[in-house]
């Protein structure tokens, strides 16, 4: 059975990553051959990954994305490119994973649906439901039709309103003449699909999965000697790609701090460093490590941590998330998106969105009760082995496959 994988990226980003997953198991079954087509990023020595865009389209369409709003426009040569190549190739099924960021016309739509080969959607994020962004926050506007943005410098950040005519242009493009299986990495984010223009849609929930086999849980106390981190102090870890970024609530993570009563507290950031500290006690010490790249330091950092921390405002179903399980640290943070499926309650302690004092109460609670941590930890693993690794998400996609190519809707 040949596969294509369709992603923005192949190198970063969290769709990528677990677009080259699914790939990557698919290739270590005789019955498979995948192929990975992407649009943005270096180019890569493998003979069953391509790189489609052309580069001048990307920046035309950025261009047109922030200063008109428009979306989907401004690749035609890239998206015409990638259909010329799937004809080229004999594919039973087309597995399309993130298909904005600059790379692609929404005119992808019809041309796959005249090939007649058959297409399963993941959806990593809420840019397919919506006129304008990929994060659907507190907004409800995009069951209705969008306008009215209330926040334009969102990704993909616009100058201009025009929400609620994208939203018209996405609705026509994603429900007329072609008819994917939507894949979602959670319950939460399935219900919001079954909730807008797709809802007609085959919807299907397949969680994301982590390598449990590079994070997995390395030692505490061997973790920080490697990490040159101190042994005594109690720490709590936060991860985002980029820490400025509002949607991930660092702010509302530091202001909780003030409320943790602990002379022993240490802060450890990975991720782009920014200025985190102001206004923060120097009774607690913050050590940023930047952006890591290779995941066996990640897995370090995790085990390192007492604690792990997801204050975001909005998410699907993070992989940081996945990854502190997997290591076996508990998690705290609040309780939005698909992260109440991923952190039970015997894996942590999650409160409502906004509320920095119920996130210090939490952490405070998992700070002092070491042996309440270290049950959750045990329970953190085995639900990341039980429910999120590879070779589970390769066999329920593995499962869909077989029923597609048996001719099943």
């Given at each position: 059975?040949?596969?294509?994988?369709?992603?923005?990226?192949?190198?970063?980003?969290?769709?990528?990553?677990?677009?080259?997953?699914?790939?990557?198991?698919?290739?270590?079954?005789?019955?498979?051959?995948?192929?990975?087509?992407?649009?943005?990023?270096?180019?890569?020595?493998?003979?069953?990954?391509?790189?489609?865009?052309?580069?001048?389209?990307?920046?035309?369409?950025?261009?047109?994305?922030?200063?008109?709003?428009?979306?989907?426009?401004?690749?035609?040569?890239?998206?015409?490119?990638?259909?010329?190549?799937?004809?080229?190739?004999?594919?039973?099924?087309?597995?399309?994973?993130?298909?904005?960021?600059?790379?692609?016309?929404?005119?992808?739509?019809?041309?796959?649906?005249?090939?007649?080969?058959?297409?399963?959607?993941?959806?990593?994020?809420?840019w397919a439901l919506t006129g304008r962004c990929a994060y659907l926050v507190?907004?409800?506007?995009?069951?209705?039709?969008?306008?009215?943005?209330?926040?334009?410098?969102?990704?993909?950040?616009?100058?201009?309103?025009?929400?609620?005519?994208?939203?018209?242009?996405?609705?026509?493009?994603?429900?007329?003449?072609?008819?994917?299986?939507?894949?979602?990495?959670?319950?939460?984010?399935?219900?919001?699909?079954?909730?807008?223009?797709?809802?007609?849609?085959?919807?299907?929930?397949?969680?994301?999965?982590?390598?449990?086999?590079?994070?997995?849980?390395?030692?505490?106390?061997?973790?920080?000697?490697?990490?040159?981190?101190?042994?005594?102090?109690?720490?709590?870890?936060?991860?985002?790609?980029?820490?400025?970024?509002?949607?991930?609530?660092?702010?509302?993570?530091?202001?909780?701090?003030?409320?943790?009563?602990?002379?022993?507290?240490?802060?450890?950031?990975?991720?782009?460093?920014?200025?985190?500290?102001?206004?923060?006690?120097?009774?607690?010490?913050?050590?940023?490590?930047?952006?890591?790249?290779?995941?066996?330091?990640?897995?370090?950092?995790?085990?390192?941590?007492?604690?792990?921390?997801?204050?975001?405002?909005?998410?699907?179903?993070?992989?940081?998330?996945?990854?502190?399980?997997?290591?076996?640290?508990?998690?705290v943070g609040f309780r939005v998106g698909g992260i109440p499926e991923q952190?039970?309650?015997?894996?942590?302690?999650?409160?409502?969105?906004?509320?920095?004092?119920?996130?210090?109460?939490?952490?405070?609670?998992?700070?002092?009760?070491?042996?309440?941590?270290?049950?959750?930890?045990?329970?953190?693993?085995?639900?990341?082995?039980?429910?999120?690794?590879?070779?589970?998400?390769?066999?329920?996609?593995?499962?869909?496959?077989?029923?597609?190519?048996?001719?099943?809707?």
């Open positions: 059975m040949k596969t294509l994988m369709v992603d923005t990226g192949y190198a970063r980003g969290g769709a990528a990553q677990i677009a080259r997953t699914i790939h990557d198991a698919l290739n270590a079954i005789p019955e498979f051959e995948s192929r990975f087509m992407y649009g943005r990023g270096p180019m890569v020595d493998d003979g069953r990954v391509l790189r489609f865009a052309w580069q001048p389209e990307i920046y035309l369409h950025a261009f047109l994305t922030r200063t008109t709003g428009l979306q989907g426009h401004g690749s035609w040569i890239s998206t015409k490119r990638l259909v010329r190549l799937i004809r080229k190739q004999a594919f039973c099924l087309i597995h399309l994973h993130n298909i904005h960021g600059y790379c692609l016309d929404l005119s992808i739509a019809k041309s796959l649906a005249r090939l007649g080969i058959p297409v399963i959607w993941t959806l990593h994020d809420g507190e907004c409800d506007r995009w069951k209705s039709g969008c306008g009215r943005c209330p926040d334009l410098s969102r990704y993909p950040r616009t100058y201009l309103d025009t929400s609620a005519f994208m939203w018209k242009r996405k609705k026509a493009a994603f429900t007329q003449g072609w008819n994917p299986i939507i894949v979602c990495p959670s319950q939460w984010l399935a219900d919001q699909v079954k909730e807008s223009y797709l809802r007609k849609s085959r919807i299907e929930v397949i969680p994301n999965a982590i390598d449990t086999e590079t994070f997995t849980p390395r030692g505490r106390v061997a973790a920080r000697k490697r990490l040159a981190l101190p042994l005594k102090k109690r720490v709590v870890l936060l991860v985002a790609a980029d820490l400025s970024d509002k949607r991930k609530g660092v702010q509302d993570f530091f202001d909780s701090l003030r409320y943790v009563k602990d002379n022993d507290l240490m802060v450890l950031t990975l991720g782009k460093r920014v200025d985190l500290t102001g206004g923060l006690s120097e009774r607690i010490e913050v050590r940023q490590l930047g952006y890591i790249a290779d995941r066996g330091l990640l897995a370090e950092a995790y085990s390192a941590a007492d604690v792990f921390c997801v204050s975001s405002l909005d998410e699907n179903f993070p992989s940081t998330v996945l990854e502190s399980l997997a290591c076996g640290t508990a998690v952190v039970t309650e015997d894996c942590g302690i999650l409160v409502e969105p906004g509320d920095v004092e119920a996130l210090a109460a939490a952490t405070t609670r998992l700070l002092e009760d070491s042996a309440l941590t270290e049950k959750m930890g045990y329970r953190c693993r085995e639900k990341a082995l039980a429910e999120y690794s590879v070779d589970k998400l390769r066999d329920r996609y593995v499962s869909l496959y077989h029923e597609i190519a048996a001719g099943g809707r």
